[in-house]
């Protein structure tokens, strides 16, 4: 039986923009890319906008020569994610442009 998504939910002020952010994805299986990180959504309250995904990398252990990906929900930190929504805004998104979702994948996990 499948574990219901935490429902996290902040409202941030980033460069002059009022931000909301959610967790959209828990760690999961995916048939095609195998296993995806948490993601969480980005959006401007004001307006509709260009909306950000961050992207997190599955979390894994090594054991007995397998990899093992550990199924404990990992924490996550307002304070890293606001870092990492200014890492995105540093890579080119812009939260005032309008367009399709712009997706920027972070190195290091959101706690």
Do not use: C
Not at 73 to 87: G, T
């Amino acid at each position: 039986m499948a574990r219901a998504k935490r429902s996290i939910q902040f409202a941030i002020a980033v460069d002059g923009f009022n931000l909301e952010w959610h967790l959209h994805r828990e760690q999961q299986w995916s048939e095609d890319d195998g296993w995806r990180g948490v993601a969480i959504h980005v959006k401007n309250t004001v307006g509709v906008r260009r909306e950000l995904f961050l992207e997190y990398p599955a979390v894994g252990s090594q054991r007995r020569g397998y990899v093992r990906v550990d199924p404990v929900r990992q924490n996550i930190l307002p304070a890293k994610v606001k870092a990492h929504i200014e890492q995105a805004i540093a890579a080119g998104w812009d939260p005032g442009s309008r367009g399709q979702p712009f997706v920027h994948e972070v190195a290091e996990l959101p706690g």
